[in-house]
């Protein structure tokens, strides 16, 4: 990988600590970031069917990003085990663990996940395999199926890498407790634990937690969601603060790129979003600096414990409650 930059996984694999997240990227625009992205050096590729939003914004792209990843590996552009590709188990297919990752793979055109994910600690109603709906009951609220524990599901996920369909898993969106749980009934750990963090909710003790226990955290919403998340929640970003604003100056770099850097020092994988070539640049221009002591005291003191991502928008109840 161009930056040198990686993480080795509790498995033994090593995840480039920044990566693209491609979720909510309409298909049609698909292959030319990847593309674009593969040249800059991104080897990090996180995908997702993400059912959490309403149905306009939820892109579903496997198979697009499954054409472009194709085309790349056939003309030579890069090679499948010079990637990292993540894709996540919808919470409606965790009575349905084999088939869904089989599912995304063959949407993805590929033989194996390097990393696969229980997106949320919930099942929900099954809606069909790899559909990523989010199906709600008759008074609009997500429709939670109580029979099936997060442990079946975590069994499930581990044949998987027997079955060398994956070579890692992992959770998302998972607290401390949950977590510990998960490190108790498990037989293979999980490998990362993807959450929402960024300046304005940085969750230490979360964070703490993981590493302490080998699990690697991976920052998704790592500058805060600016543009889409404000749009879909209407919350502010972190790339707006003074405090970050000053220090970027300080530094010669943009807020988005201090703010990278700053995941990075907190020993996080990034997966910022972009649908723009020239921010995948800026995004990956994160390397050729350190932030001191100083300033990183700085930035935790910014902590505003202020999650941006909130599906109980369109869920109609509040799994973080």
Not at 48 to 60: Q, R
Not at 78 to 103: M, P, Q, Y
Not at 227 to 235: H, I, K, Q, V, Y
Request: aromatic content about 10%; some cysteine.
């Amino acid at each position: 990988m161009a930056s040198g930059a990686g993480i080795v996984l509790n498995s033994g694999h090593t995840m480039p600590i920044i990566g693209l997240g491609v979720w909510r990227m309409e298909g049609k625009s698909v292959r030319e970031l990847l593309f674009s992205a593969i040249k800059i050096g991104y080897r990090h590729f996180d995908c997702a069917g993400d059912g959490s939003l309403p149905d306009s914004a939820d892109y579903k792209n496997e198979p697009e990003v499954g054409e472009a990843l194709a085309e790349a590996f056939d003309t030579g552009l890069v090679k499948r085990e010079e990637l990292f590709i993540t894709t996540k188990l919808w919470n409606s297919d965790h009575g349905h663990v084999l088939e869904a990752c089989k599912d995304s793979l063959q949407k993805l055109k590929l033989d194996y996940l390097d990393l696969y994910l229980v997106h949320f600690p919930v099942a929900t109603r099954h809606t069909g395999v790899g559909t990523t709906d989010s199906a709600l009951d008759e008074n609009g609220v997500l429709d939670i199926d109580t029979t099936i524990s997060l442990e079946t599901t975590w069994h499930a996920m581990e044949q998987l890498v027997e079955m060398g369909l994956v070579r890692s898993i992992g959770i998302s969106n998972y607290d401390i407790f949950l977590t510990r749980d998960c490190l108790a009934y498990s037989k293979i750990k999980p490998s990362v634990n993807q959450i929402e963090t960024h300046p304005y909710f940085q969750r230490d003790s979360l964070v703490k937690f993981c590493q302490k226990h080998g699990i690697c955290v991976t920052a998704h919403t790592p500058l805060g969601g600016s543009t889409a998340n404000a749009e879909w929640f209407g919350t502010v970003s972190c790339l707006d603060d003074p405090v970050i604003k000053g220090l970027a100056e300080k530094y010669k770099k943009t807020p988005a790129q201090l703010v990278l850097r700053w995941g990075k020092q907190r020993n996080t994988v990034v997966i910022p979003k972009t649908s723009r070539v020239e921010r995948l640049q800026e995004n990956f221009e994160v390397f050729d600096f350190e932030i001191s002591k100083e300033d990183m005291d700085k930035m935790k003191a910014v902590d505003r414990k202020y999650r941006t991502n909130q599906p109980a928008k369109f869920w109609g109840i509040d799994l973080y409650a």
